[in-house]
């Protein structure tokens, strides 16, 4: 059974950094695709970032630049770094498995 577990969500200032983290199990972690979204009140889930088995590296432009997407095979977790955050960056944030398996997700809140 694949769990996708989402932590390190809360409450940034405008300019600061979080990282996500996204715990998984019920697949082989290390040849699976992972993916990160996010999904804004009043607006539909979005792209955000991708990391592949060798580690290449895939992101949308809106976070180019300030977010990084890594993953730790050992732990079967994959992160999201995220810098210089903006109040336009506050969603809830999911973890998937390519290309149909989600967590609960995080909320993230840009705010001062």
């Known amino acids: 059974q694949v769990q996708l577990v989402e932590s390190g969500g809360g409450l940034v200032q405008p300019g600061g950094s979080l990282r996500l983290s996204c715990a998984a199990s019920g697949f082989t972690f290390s040849n699976s695709i992972m993916r990160w979204y996010r999904q804004a009140p009043g607006k539909e889930r979005v792209f955000l970032a991708a990391i592949g088995s060798v580690g290449t590296t895939n992101y949308a432009d809106s976070v180019k630049g300030r977010f990084t997407i890594s993953r730790d095979n050992a732990k079967n977790t994959v992160y999201l770094q995220m810098n210089s955050l903006k109040p336009e960056d506050t969603a809830v944030y999911y973890c998937?498995?390519?290309?149909?398996?989600w967590g609960q997700g995080t909320q993230v809140t840009v705010s001062s």
């Open positions: 998937n498995r390519f290309p149909s398996y």
